[in-house]
């Protein structure tokens, strides 16, 4: 069974500081990584891919990609009241005409004040 | 931002009634994609397609069935609604490459009395 893990929260980070987000998966032959956000009611929102071993940074997000230990995940710097909300990492499955994404169930991300 | 649409955006609707979920994008990507979506849960693959003509189910057993009759268009339909189909519904389109990111619909979110 092919899976995606994420521990559910609720992660609470005072503001200013770093929040770390973690994901692991099952299938040794996956190629592509997301990580998505997803406010409550809302459709999820593309924050990060990531498709090499090692770092990738975008503004305040950093996604860290670690295939042989099959693991990515994101950190966010300085955070925000507004990046509360859950994060979705998405793993691919099969190639071509197979091609899928796996989602984790997310991460719930509460920054506090 | 995306333009992918979704209608409606939120129905009421009795058991046994017959049901279409619109799904539109305007960006000219082949490969489209319906998720089932409960609240606090992972997003669950129910349909895909990879072009005009083609759709295959996913990993999530559904009683729903789509078409793919044109490139920016992929309905959902569900037959005979029951109180289990309710949920809510993504829909989300991608280019053709397997790295390509999948942009997200609003969603519509089902309730099946």
């Known amino acids: 069974q092919k899976e995606v893990e994420q521990n559910s929260g609720p992660l609470s980070v005072p503001e200013g500081a770093i929040a770390s987000l973690n994901c692991t998966y099952s299938?040794?032959?996956?190629?592509?990584f997301f990580w998505y956000r997803q406010y409550s009611g809302k459709s999820p929102e593309l924050i990060m891919s990531i498709y090499s071993n090692g770092d990738k940074e975008d503004g305040r997000f950093t996604a860290q990609l670690n295939k042989a230990s099959q693991y990515v995940s994101l950190l966010i710097r300085d955070s925000q009241p507004s990046d509360s909300a859950t994060y979705l990492c998405?793993?691919?499955?099969?190639?071509?005409?197979?091609?899928?994404?796996?989602w984790g169930a997310g991460t719930k991300l509460i920054i506090k004040p | 931002e995306a333009d992918i649409y979704q209608t409606p955006r939120y129905l009421v609707i009795g058991t046994g009634k017959k049901i279409t979920l619109e799904c539109s994008q305007t960006m000219g990507h082949d490969k489209m994609y319906w998720y089932q979506q409960d609240p606090g849960m992972e997003l669950h693959l129910i349909h895909y397609?990879?072009?005009?003509?083609?759709?295959e189910k996913g990993d999530l057993s559904s009683e729903s069935t789509v078409s793919r009759i044109r490139t920016e268009h992929f309905p959902l339909t569900l037959e005979s609604a029951r109180p289990s189909h309710t949920s809510q519904y993504l829909c989300?389109?991608?280019?053709?490459?397997?790295?390509?990111?999948?942009?997200f619909g609003p969603g519509t979110r089902l309730t099946v009395l």
């Open positions: 998405a793993v691919n499955v099969g190639m071509d005409s197979n091609y899928q994404l796996i």
């Open positions: 397609s990879y072009g005009v003509n083609s759709t």
């Open positions: 299938d040794r032959v996956s190629q592509s």
């Open positions: 989300a389109s991608s280019l053709s490459h397997n790295t390509d990111t999948q942009y």
